[in-house]
């Protein structure tokens, strides 16, 4: 006969066998069943309506071969490198600045929050209210100094940088929360060795505060550049892509191949170039870290 404790083992280790299936059945209905699906669909033509076709390749081949594509995939990367080291670099200076106890401070770290719970659709249309030429908020500005109006939308020159200034505002509520919480994880006593080793604030923030920052800068790194790359509501809601292809970013060539010209068979190819960019990107990233991320 078992023994009491042995039973209660064994039904403990069953409910420990339900849950763990429970949330593999969980990854397989959420993510791997449709990754399989959407791999299919990639090395099919399917327009939604007919049956898939499939033609192995092809996609990947004609992908290779389109303009559009590469001017698309042109801009993210531009965008990409307008938006992160900048947001980066604000962010982290705005935080160090609100790391302090008084209550003007603490009123301020409200105000730099709204950003992070105001949905992006709302944003933007603010901003596509800054940016109109007539009566924009930004261009009066500029008929109050006398200078000339500059159409920051329909300009292909500027059309993908007026984009990222959106997309700079928008990501610094987030990173200033997450830089804040590092800093105040820093133990006071660093900062107070160091003044009375004679440190400057400089030497303090180049020597103590960076470098106990880098976990964190390496994670803002590795979410901002996912999350730029696939950057779509503004160019949705302000551009559609233009004038032109100038503001095209590879995420809205996938929408329009998906879901205005029905290519889904070829949206989805898209889609699965763009996930081994991000994987790429992200292997290149963690094999860097050591170089330069310190972890006590």
Same mark, same amino acid.
């Given at each position: 006969?078992?023994?009491?404790?042995?039973? +209660?083992?064994?039904?403990?280790?069953?409910?420990?066998?339900?849950?763990?299936?429970?949330?593999?059945?969980?990854?397989?209905?959420?993510?791997?069943?449709?990754?399989?699906?959407?791999? +299919?669909?990639?090395?099919?033509?399917?327009?939604?309506?007919?049956?898939?076709?499939?033609?192995?390749?092809? @996609?990947?081949?004609?992908?290779?071969?389109?303009?559009?594509?590469?001017?698309?995939?042109?801009?993210?990367?531009?965008?990409?490198?307008?938006? /992160?080291?900048?947001?980066?670099?604000?962010?982290?200076?705005?935080?160090?600045?609100?790391?302090?106890?008084? +209550?003007?401070?603490?009123?301020?770290?409200?105000?730099?929050? $709204?950003?992070? /719970?105001?949905?992006? %659709? &709302?944003? @933007?249309?603010?901003?596509?209210?800054?940016?109109?030429?007539?009566?924009?908020?930004?261009?009066? $500005?500029?008929?109050?100094?006398?200078?000339? +109006?500059?159409?920051?939308?329909?300009?292909?020159?500027? &059309?993908?940088?007026?984009?990222?200034?959106?997309?700079?505002?928008?990501?610094?509520?987030? @990173?200033?929360?997450?830089?804040?919480?590092?800093?105040?994880?820093?133990?006071?006593?660093?900062?107070?060795?160091?003044?009375?080793?004679?440190?400057?604030?400089?030497?303090?923030?180049?020597?103590?505060?960076?470098?106990?920052?880098?976990?964190?800068?390496?994670?803002?790194?590795?979410?901002?550049?996912?999350?730029?790359?696939?950057?779509?509501?503004? %160019?949705?809601?302000?551009?559609?892509?233009?004038?032109? =292809?100038?503001?095209?970013?590879?995420?809205?060539?996938?929408?329009?191949?998906?879901?205005?010209?029905?290519?889904?068979?070829?949206?989805?190819?898209?889609?699965?170039?763009?996930?081994?960019?991000?994987?790429?990107?992200?292997?290149?990233?963690?094999?860097?870290?050591?170089?330069?991320?310190? =972890?006590?």
């Amino acid at each position: 006969m078992r023994e009491p404790g042995g039973i +209660k083992r064994s039904i403990q280790g069953l409910y420990f066998f339900l849950f763990i299936l429970l949330s593999l059945i969980f990854a397989l209905l959420a993510y791997y069943i449709p990754f399989g699906i959407s791999f +299919k669909l990639a090395l099919s033509k399917y327009d939604a309506i007919s049956p898939p076709e499939f033609v192995g390749l092809k @996609n990947f081949k004609k992908i290779l071969q389109d303009k559009i594509f590469w001017i698309s995939l042109k801009n993210s990367f531009l965008y990409t490198l307008y938006v /992160v080291p900048a947001s980066l670099v604000l962010s982290f200076l705005i935080a160090v600045g609100l790391n302090q106890n008084s +209550k003007f401070i603490r009123t301020l770290r409200v105000f730099y929050f $709204v950003p992070t /719970v105001t949905s992006s %659709v &709302a944003i @933007n249309f603010v901003w596509l209210w800054f940016f109109n030429p007539e009566y924009g908020l930004l261009n009066t $500005v500029l008929g109050l100094l006398s200078l000339k +109006k500059i159409y920051w939308l329909t300009d292909p020159r500027i &059309a993908l940088f007026s984009l990222a200034l959106v997309g700079i505002w928008g990501s610094l509520s987030y @990173n200033i929360i997450l830089f804040l919480a590092g800093l105040q994880n820093i133990p006071i006593t660093y900062y107070e060795a160091a003044e009375l080793d004679g440190a400057t604030k400089k030497d303090i923030l180049l020597n103590i505060t960076i470098p106990l920052m880098t976990p964190i800068i390496f994670f803002i790194l590795i979410m901002q550049i996912i999350s730029t790359v696939q950057m779509f509501e503004s %160019v949705f809601i302000m551009t559609r892509g233009g004038p032109g =292809y100038s503001t095209y970013t590879i995420v809205y060539y996938i929408y329009r191949n998906g879901f205005n010209w029905f290519r889904m068979g070829y949206g989805t190819a898209l889609s699965w170039i763009l996930y081994f960019i991000l994987l790429i990107l992200t292997i290149i990233q963690f094999r860097f870290q050591r170089r330069w991320v310190y =972890y006590e």
